[in-house]
């Protein structure tokens, strides 16, 4: 592990279990989202966590490859309900939402560790802006229930 690997020792460590993706649900992702390339930090995670954990950790959370499918509609239904002047481009990937009303994503062209940016409904929200510098630090901020994660980073 390249990028996880500080939080697969943690989960490890705290005894939580890891359900990894198939080789099949990798291809169907891959067939999902064309010729872009999944940033490698993003593909570690779904190799070891992609079908979830047995564990408060991201449970709840539409981040999971039994959902991950589905989040680019619920996403699209969520801006236009909330009159958003942004939309999403083919170099967004949307890999995390959180009851209906709050979404993550991350660019395909900014390299194997993305930034990660944000949006939710109940924000003054006039853009997209990012809250983690990295996929790597977004998972860390949840796994210890950083209360600042979803705030606007520089």
Not at 3 to 23: A, V
Not at 51 to 72: A, P, V
Request: glycine share 6%; net charge negative.
């Amino acid at each position: 592990m390249k990028y996880l690997f500080e939080l697969i020792s943690q989960l490890n460590k705290d005894g939580i279990p890891m359900n990894p993706c198939t080789n099949e649900d990798l291809t169907h992702l891959q067939e999902m989202i064309g010729s872009e390339k999944l940033p490698e930090a993003y593909i570690e995670f779904l190799k070891t966590m992609g079908r979830g954990t047995e564990h408060t950790f991201l449970r709840g959370h539409s981040c999971f490859m039994d959902e991950l499918l589905i989040l680019n509609e619920g996403v699209q239904e969520l801006l236009e309900e909330n009159d958003f002047s942004k939309n999403l481009t083919e170099n967004d990937f949307v890999f995390w939402m959180s009851q209906g009303c709050m979404f993550c994503f991350f660019k395909f062209n900014e390299g194997d560790n993305p930034p990660i940016y944000f949006y939710s409904e109940s924000t003054d929200q006039d853009d997209f802006y990012k809250i983690a510098d990295s996929f790597t630090d977004f998972l860390l901020g949840m796994y210890t229930k950083d209360k600042n994660i979803f705030k606007k980073k520089d």
